[in-house]
């Protein structure tokens, strides 16, 4: 059995067999291939749209064309490429937008009569997210009537944020947090140069809607800084290779490039030269790469440098970096995860959780307007239960960006079944001022309401590797997929969003029993964060990991470190007393009505309960079970639900693509191994702490 630490990397080179097609394979474009098509309008992104096309007809059939010479089944065209063909039938082309607007930068207009489905969009890559709307829909999309309507992204940027290291990091790797082997874009300090799995990348991610991704670890290291200036072609190459499935690169920077890269004293944000440095430099960036997105940076963050050094502030750095790209039409993703990880753990009265609202609160109004600032969903680190982020509420004068992880650095390294899409969408669906409210999803896509009105962008760190299966895990590959998903549409049901992912990876025609196969999918998937949350830390109380690498139980790893993440536990209760009366006053961070029922006791919600307070072993939830109860019966419950898991999926031998179904096999027998180790340590610290035997009489140690 392979464990997680002597997982092999698995290398592919540029001649290895190109990789699982994901939920992109031939079948999925069967509906599309079989039918007599017309792509009429120019532009990369459109050539992109005639290829994919082109390729399902060769298979399945069906012929595409670029004038039309006959009748046609689906016209995908730009409307503002000459006239529209003649086979697209008068009521279509005199169809108002519905809802009063266009399909704009990236959406796109779908109708269909008289026997035609036509796609319109007012720009190339709209006809590429509209044809892999068509893949989604299949055959339904080449049925009945349908009225025009028009989609859109929700979200300006939908991004993926790479934490590859171009050279190999002595601790972290070739990619920090990566569970997928290599990197798909670096090797030992060198472009890896597998074109033809960036051009498969960048399919995956233009079919979800994936705008924008960066292509280096926001840890900078000396490397990776010259990405910036002398090997900016190797940037290059990604983008070109990006590029026509409507995917801009960013980078990331370090703050210390002027003195690291240009020679300079200082990297000073008010110094003159400092400025003209960041403006040449990103200037001769934008020669080379006219579509470059802009910076992402991490400053004085976890050791990397920032403005602190020059006594100034965070509103300072950002900006400066902010009028370099602003000429250019760039961004900054300026993060705001700034705490400090030094602290002393007998120091009872910082508190990390505070540290992101307090250094970034009292700066809104202050960034430029091409600066969003980037915010971990929730106060602490991407763990699988937090409060969401009270910094999401407090700038309403900043443009916004919530960060995800989809790789799965506290939920299992792809190693543990953990879909996470119900996760994300509780926290985009949080309405930040209660009931009735503008949600997280709102402010990003600035739906009108009380609070932020600059709207944002949804950001995630991406999950993928050489590995042959993308992501180590295959079932992991819903969560890429579902990231893009919500980006483009917050409100989509997570549920449904797995159904789309199974019908498109595991296509009806191929598979043996198609019922067995979703039924078992969701069995596994559905309940997998909360039964991850069940056998790991508990009520909210977050970290317990092992610190060595963030996998398996720890549970007091951290509690005498100087990380910041303690969760208290003594003979008499466990929980991080946070309240305004007697703890840290985070609490008060949060609008009403949330400073109010994170503060009570009584109204806290369970989930979150040692998050926000320090409680007694015997405290009685909501739920009616004591504190201590509850950690050893959802203990128990999580490592049998595992087993569950693990049973259903033995169903599916000789079902499914044998390679998928062991490659799951012998991921399930290992988070069944580690899910019982978290469950016997947990139990085992907790009866020992608190001398309070399990109600039910099963064994712990
Ligand atoms: C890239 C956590 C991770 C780090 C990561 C950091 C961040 O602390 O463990 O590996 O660094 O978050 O988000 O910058």
Redesign the pocket.
Known sequence: MTSPANAPVTATDPASPPPHPAWLPPEAFRAIGARRVLVHGEGPPVETVHDEVARACARYGGRVERTAAGPVDLVLALRDSGPLPEVVPPAARTAPDPDGGSPGDEGFLLTRSDGVTIVLADAPVGLLYGLFHLVRLGEAAFTGEQPARTHRPALRRRMLDH?DNVAVHPV?GQV??GYAGGSIFWRDGRPRGDRERLRAYGRLLASTGVNAISVN???VGPTEALLLTERLDDVAEIADLLRPYGVRVHLSVTFAAPVLLGGLPTADPLDEQVRDWWESTTRRVYARVPDFGGYVV?AD??GQPGPFSYGRDHADGANLLAAALAPHGGVVHW?A?VYDHRQDWRDRTTDRARAAYDHFAPLDGRFADNVVLQV?FGPV??QPREPVSPVIAAMPATRLAV?LQVTQ?YTGQQWHACYLAPWWHEVLAFRLWGPGERSVADVLADVPGPGPRRGGDLVA?ANVGDDPFWCGHPLAQANLYAFGRLAWDPRLDPTALLDEWIDLTFPASTVGDPTLVRETLHAVLDDSWRIYERYTAPLGVGFMVNPAG?YGPGVDGYEYSRWGTYHFADRDGVGVDRTRATGTGMTGQYPPPWSQVYESLEQCPDELLLFFHHVPYSHVLHSGSTVIQHIYDTHFAGVAEVEAMRDRWAGLAGVIDPAVHERVTERLAEQLRCATEWRDQVNTYFFRKSGVPDARGRRIH
């Open positions: 934490w972290m920090e947090r670890n926001v840890n991490k963050s976890e993060r995860f971990k680190d991407f960060e650095e760190v963030h």
